[in-house]
């Protein structure tokens, strides 16, 4: 067995609600073991910094010199990942010299795979600046480089935690729900990955815009109202769904503009409706039927759309927890793997996971001293 290193793993997600941080003790292949997470939530100012950023993007080619707003949002997102590393080192009793490296996935803010453009901002050097850590960030440059979608890339990590549960057979299927949903299918040594379509992302933006609340907590607004079918249908007649796997999604790419004539409550109900209905369509895709799902990511905790999510599947749908992993950071922990596989020069994305041409490497490494 390789020397097992200290790696923290950073993510904020497409939902824009704050900062996973774990730390692990991993090889970068198939030995991963979670020791400390926590989670920081962004304050009011940090959300709206990085929504601004989210549309300012579209104003600005990829490389481009950076306005105001985005730089702002970057200085902002990393000094926030700075404070969560200490916060997390804090809470497991260690000392930087004690950790090996940083997986930073940042922010992404515009994700174009098809123009072979994706964004994520944080600034890696600062962060080993000032956490005085190495630091690994820039996960997708290189693969959508090469012409793969650059998502999902969790892929690796997930097939490394379905081999260590021997109990289930395969093949399994790990969903992450976050501002968007995508799937890991996972049979043996068959990975297979790709974005679903819309996670939580209409919803909380639809949440926000009429309640002034960041999420529809444990979906109690999407209970209260009822599906209009009719929109549905037409929302899930998208060409999106029925192309061929790799694929990925900007955050953006799904908005609630469908649903604006519908009452908060109805809104609410169709566009839950819509992610469940978005990721039982993922089986179009599978090569064999699916024998377990299990369910991470934020989205988990909304029962209303667990609930539709398990009766359109009508398979044994768990939560990750149910699997002895820790729902909320299963992506950050990924970002940890994924950042000791960086160093060791070991892929990071394959054919079936993000549609690259060869099995690749990728991220950026930024000494701290």
């Known amino acids: 067995m390789a020397e097992l290193l200290k790696v923290i793993g950073l993510m904020s997600g497409t939902s824009l609600d704050g900062i996973d941080a774990a730390l692990v003790e991993t090889d970068g292949l198939d030995v991963a073991m979670s020791k400390a997470a926590l989670g920081v939530s962004y304050d009011l100012e940090t959300r709206k910094t990085l929504r601004a950023a989210l549309d300012e993007a579209r104003n600005f080619a990829e490389g481009a010199a950076m306005s105001y ?72 440059s290189a693969d959508v480089r090469a012409g793969g979608q650059g998502a999902p890339l969790a892929s690796l990590y997930h097939a490394a935690l379905v081999r260590q549960k021997r109990d289930m057979s395969p093949p399994v299927i790990i969903v992450n729900i976050g501002g968007v949903a995508n799937v890991t299918y996972v049979d043996g040594d068959t990975i297979l990955s790709f974005d679903t379509g819309p996670g939580n992302a209409p919803i909380d933006d639809w949440v926000q815009r009429h309640t002034g609340k960041p999420i529809d907590e444990a979906g109690a607004l999407a209970r209260s109202g009822s599906v209009d079918h009719q929109i549905l249908s037409r929302m899930l007649d998208d060409a999106f769904f029925v192309r061929r796997p790799p694929k990925s999604l900007d955050r953006m790419d799904f908005g609630f503009a469908s649903v604006a004539g519908l009452s908060a409550a109805d809104g609410a109900a169709t566009l839950t409706a819509f992610t469940a209905a978005a990721i039982a369509r993922a089986r179009e895709h599978f090569p064999r039927p699916a024998a377990t799902w299990i369910v991470c990511g934020g989205g988990r905790h909304n029962r209303t759309l667990m609930e539709q999510l398990r009766r359109r599947l009508a398979d044994p749908v768990l939560v990750a927890e149910d699997a002895g992993w820790s729902g909320d950071f299963v992506e950050a922990e990924a970002f940890a793997y994924l950042a000791a596989r960086s160093l060791k020069g070991l892929p990071l994305s394959l054919p079936t996971t993000t549609g690259v041409p060869h099995a690749a490497s990728g991220g950026t490494l930024h000494c701290a001293k």
């Open 69 to 140: 707003p985005i730089r702002d949002a970057e200085r902002r997102l990393t000094e926030a990942h700075a404070d969560a590393v200490t916060l997390l080192l804090r809470k497991a009793g260690l000392s930087p010299r004690d950790i090996s490296l940083i997986g930073f996935h940042g922010q992404t803010i515009l994700h174009r795979p098809e123009q072979r453009r994706t964004w994520q901002i944080g600034d890696g050097a600062l962060l080993a600046r000032l956490t005085g850590i190495d630091v690994v960030n820039d996960f997708r």
